[in-house]
């Protein structure tokens, strides 16, 4: 794909959403740390029903550690893979309050180093938090860029890299949630809905098909 084709599709995701939100519901950058860490392998509408009744009640590392696995648990068992989490998540509590001061770490590094923090959720962290020059490649953005041809990689940190070099510099910020939605709602996993589609006339899959 060449960069003129780029640069359209881009304008037309800034065109029909200026200010891409993730899904998750968040108020801090401690939040949203814990609410990616819950949604892995989970959708953002079950990870925000269990964040409703836990964040009112402990929102701090130092409220949700004084939780304990149990107790956090108890919040979050609605969500898959809720008991590992619930350890990943108490033990990253723990690190925070004693070597971060209870403040979530701004590099790529401390955040990997957290349990339950791999580049994905990193990432994730730094571009929505801190509005870094980021991109977390997750399943959907991942499949958007290979099937579309925008950015072409056979593994997540290939993509990653392929798009922090092909995405127009004035874009950057914000595409990680363009593609995502992208992803979720339009270019779809089993059937794509290439008949609804904004960039259909720019994607480069050879599969397109009418339906919307």
């Given at each position: 794909m060449n960069?003129?084709?780029?640069?359209?599709?881009?304008?037309r995701?800034?065109?029909?959403?200026p200010q891409p939100?993730?899904?998750l519901a968040y108020s801090s950058a401690f939040e949203l740390l814990i609410a990616v860490i819950l949604s892995a392998?989970?959708?953002?509408?079950?990870?925000?029903?269990a964040t409703a009744k836990l964040f009112p009640v402990a929102n701090t590392p130092a409220a949700i550690h004084a939780l304990g696995i149990e107790g956090l648990s108890h919040y979050i068992k609605t969500i898959g893979l809720y008991n590992s989490k619930a350890k990943n998540v108490i033990e990253t509590c723990r690190l925070l309050v004693e070597h971060h001061g209870g403040e979530v770490p701004q590099t790529r590094e401390e955040l990997e180093a957290l349990p339950g923090v791999g580049r994905k959720?990193?990432?994730?962290v730094l571009n929505t938090a801190f509005r870094q020059l980021?991109?977390?490649v997750d399943t959907h953005i991942f499949r958007v860029s290979n099937r579309t041809g925008l950015a072409p990689g056979k593994n997540v940190v290939e993509v990653e890299k392929q798009l922090m070099?092909?995405?127009?510099k004035q874009y950057l910020l914000d595409s990680h949630h363009w593609l995502i939605l992208h992803g979720r709602y339009v270019c779809q996993a089993r059937k794509p809905r290439c008949g609804s589609c904004r960039i259909e006339d720019l994607c480069e899959y050879k599969e397109k098909n009418s339906d919307d």
């Open positions: 960069a003129a084709k780029r640069l359209e599709i881009f304008r995701f800034h065109e029909d959403n939100k993730t899904e392998q989970s959708t953002d509408v079950g990870v925000n029903k959720t990193a990432n994730v980021t991109m977390a070099k092909f995405v127009p």
